[in-house]
């Protein structure tokens, strides 16, 4: 049995121009793959037709036999997916009269305290209530429903997900669109892989490619699918396979493990800001974040429930704020400069009793591109971790990259010396 | 004349299985369509031979006259995108020595201090060392080489620009590529169109879809290209036309100033961030953040020179960090809660006075999923503006969404808010 082949068509302008980041396509990799669907296409495009057409007929073409679709659902006129999706499966055009209502009834609840054009909202309710002809109709959660539309009878091209482009919305009917019966149908004939992932630091993607290479030769890879990555300075491994190829799988992480020992962190999902958290248990933990502007602080604020552990960041960008929210002494600013070990270290002191956490990590640093010396160049960056009972860590690096790529290797960074500290 | 057609196929199994953000794509598509290109479509695979050769086919099929692929030029086996252009092209592939010393030199340069295995290195520098006969070698700015590749003479298939994966790699050989001859005869055939952006607050979608039927029925919006796009909560309409249709676009722009002046803030490029910042003219801001947990900091640390006017910002996320970092009163706390008018507003003076700031603004909130209640429901937030002056802003709002929406939402009302302070 081999896994059945899904794409995923992005509709939008305003993602094909880059004036949004499309967060649909990833969401709905993972979704598909989880579900046993081997994601073959993304394809992105503008609200033309011509180009959505050609998209799903190219994906047909790819033997691929589940596409969802995103965006190009509201209520104005160069929203036409829908539309497209039913001449793909050749399914005629109706207003559906209960969504009509279902439309106008959220529109209702939402426009009553508005002064908002209702003539010219009703035409929009009345456009988004069409849809193809025996398709489901999903929601709305927003005003847009989204459709499972069927090829007819027969025909070997694929079944349709058309999901609307607001992210929130496509994700409150996703488990509408995945438990229809056309849906399952088609889930039954696939298969869902297995996956490990290792995480380690300090090891370039060449070592990994020996490491395989050698593995292969002496034992070969079979049918393990490997990918390596390198983001933010961290490198990721994830295996997927069939079930029966569990073993080999797994003398492959052995390998790994008896070659990278020091350098591999997490053998599982977990990122190493899940493992800060887990391993807190309950204790906290605060930050000074310079260089960053915050980035550190957002990250770790991502998850709901982050109050349990977080206590707060102090982002003192100039050498005044550090002095007065941190009392890092002027001194030292003047002697040793705001990107000093020095300072560092007072920053970290600073942010543990202010926010009076059990951790503190503190980064100060020049992401660039302006602002480096011969001493100090651009990427220079100085941590410091320190823990209530007195424990503590110190690390200087030079970062590689640009503005934005020293500010997340340095959060990255900071995060392992936090992690070092919360793990003993 | 007509826009010459171009795609952009990004390849990287760690991308479409939603490991990385593309960062790519967005930046090839902005550049691309300002030097005169129509950007039709974009698209995805994982780094599988069959499925990248698929998308050149597909780019070819759709009249793209200029393809970028980005990523499968690292040192590893499943890096191969240049192999697959160099077919696709009829190109025969070659070890180029001048390359090859060059990437030795580089990676001697970095490894000098590390002990890394420079076998496994060499056999990478010489894998990325193997180009296509006849193609311009660019860079590298990393270790691997871009390339542009011409179809053979005759050929109706398009040029391919073969270029890197590390976005940094990728900008640093962009111009290299764009000065070739193989692109600058393209770009001779090509026409530049004219755009303007529009961008306001508090004006729903159909409003816009009306104004342009009512604007189509009287006058004729003609070969206008309008896109419309919602994003964190603010509207932005880009208008783009040939540069004959410049007298339209006028008008349909004085038409939205006419129905919109109260709503509309920007209409240039110029974003709320970079308002606030040609606005603040050397004075400085500060911020008090809590739902937002250093998102909005993180937001105005974006670009190079923000220490100019960025002081810095107290993520204070617990009550206890209110109080000590910035002096909300305990009883305040108590009787109104962390999320109140009265906070926000001592929040807000407490960042002015310890960062010495000459404007601050305080946004607290509940971003959720859980903490909401009855009276505060999930999505409300408290915002204060205050100038050292003592001129100030409130606001309350409930804002729709989950949690990383409110928090991006939050983040765009408080720039608002501030920005009608400094503007006065």
């Not at 995103?70 to 055009?93: H, K, N, Q, S, Y």
């Not at 989204?146 to 091209?157: A, F, H, I, N, Q």
């Not at 069939?242 to 790994?256: T, V």
Request: proline share 5%; net charge negative; hydrophobic share 40%.
């Amino acid at each position: 049995m081999d896994q059945i082949r899904a794409g995923i068509v992005v509709t939008g302008t305003e993602v094909l121009t880059a004036r949004i980041v499309d967060r649909n396509g990833p969401w709905l990799s993972e979704r598909l793959r989880e579900l046993g669907f081997d994601v073959v296409h993304i394809t992105i495009c503008r609200d033309r037709p011509e180009d959505i057409r050609a998209q799903l007929e190219f994906m047909h073409s790819q033997g691929v036999e589940l596409v969802c679709t995103t965006g190009g659902l509201g209520p104005t006129a160069d929203d036409l997916t829908a539309t497209i999706v039913g001449e793909f499966c050749e399914r005629e055009m109706y207003l559906d009269e209960p969504t009509l209502e279902k439309i106008r009834e959220i529109i209702a609840n939402f426009t009553r305290r508005m002064n908002w054009d209702t003539e010219a909202l009703d035409a929009g309710s009345r456009k988004q209530a069409v849809v193809p002809r025996g398709a489901d109709i999903l929601g709305p959660a927003g005003t847009a429903p989204g459709l499972v539309v069927r090829p007819p009878e027969g025909s070997d091209k694929p079944i349709v997900f058309v999901l609307p482009g607001p992210p929130g919305e496509l994700q409150a009917i996703w488990n509408e669109a995945i438990e229809t019966e056309t849906f399952k149908a088609l889930q039954d004939r696939t298969v869902v892989f297995e996956e490990q992932m290792i995480r380690m630091i300090g090891v370039p993607e060449s070592d990994i490619a020996k490491t395989l290479r050698e593995f292969d030769e002496a034992e070969g890879l079979g049918d393990l699918e490997i990918t390596t990555c390198l983001r933010k300075g961290e490198m990721e491994i994830l295996v997927s396979h069939r079930p029966e190829d569990r073993a080999k799988r797994e003398s492959l992480i052995a390998a790994f493990n008896a070659q990278y020992s020091g350098a591999i962190f997490s053998q599982s999902a977990e990122t190493v800001d899940e493992q800060i958290v887990r391993l807190l248990d309950g204790r906290t933990i605060a930050l000074a974040e310079s260089c960053t502007g915050g980035l550190l602080a957002q990250r770790l604020t991502v998850p709901a429930g982050a109050s349990k552990y977080f206590q707060g960041s102090a982002v003192t960008y100039t050498n005044a704020a550090k002095a007065r929210v941190l009392s890092v002494p002027e001194s030292e600013l003047e002697e040793f400069g705001a990107v000093s070990p020095q300072v560092a270290k007072s920053m970290a002191e600073g942010a543990l009793d202010v926010f009076q956490a059990d951790f503190a990590v503190s980064i100060t640093g020049i992401a660039g591109p302006d602002g480096g010396s011969k001493e100090k160049p651009v990427g220079t960056v100085e941590f410091y971790a320190v823990t209530a009972d007195g424990r503590n860590r110190a690390l200087s690096l030079v970062l590689p990259g640009r503005r934005q790529d020293v500010q997340e290797r340095a959060a990255t960074v900071a995060l392992h010396l936090l992690r070092s500290l919360v793990s003993e």
